[in-house]
């Protein structure tokens, strides 16, 4: 079975840091790009960050810029969000994605889904 599970969320206090995880059964995460989405309460999923197969990134969001960073772990089949000086505004379900042609924010470029994992940023 494919599968993507996400890990390592919480309940956070502002200023503080997370770093989520994103493992794989069934399939190898190095052969694929993988994206980090987030989606608020009440508004629309986002692409936040995004790596390559060849371990270079992309951020679709400036408002996390210098705060959040990903990295893989190839022989652990794990891609990681690491999260700092969190804000209430980072609170989301957060999902990663694999995607066998390159980073992307759309969506439809992602074959493989996690359920996501709840950060909640609140003092």
């Known amino acids: 079975q494919l599968q993507l599970v996400e890990s390592g969320g919480g309940l956070v206090q502002p200023g503080g840091s997370l770093r989520l995880s994103c493992s794989a059964s069934g399939f190898t995460l190095r052969n694929y790009a993988i994206g980090w989405f987030r989606q608020a309460p009440g508004k629309e999923r986002e692409g936040v960050i995004c790596?390559?197969?060849?371990?270079?990134?992309?951020n679709y969001k400036d408002s996390v810029k210098d705060r959040f960073s990903i990295s893989r772990d190839n022989a652990k089949n794990t891609v990681y969000l690491q999260m700092s000086s969190l804000k209430p505004e980072d609170t989301a379900i957060y999902s990663c994605?694999?995607?066998?042609?390159?980073?992307?924010?759309?969506?439809?470029?992602?074959?493989?889904w996690g359920r996501g994992t709840q950060v909640t940023v609140s003092s």
């Open positions: 994605a694999a995607g066998p042609r390159g980073c992307s924010s759309q969506f439809d470029r992602y074959n493989y």
């Open positions: 790596i390559r197969t060849t371990g270079s990134t992309t």
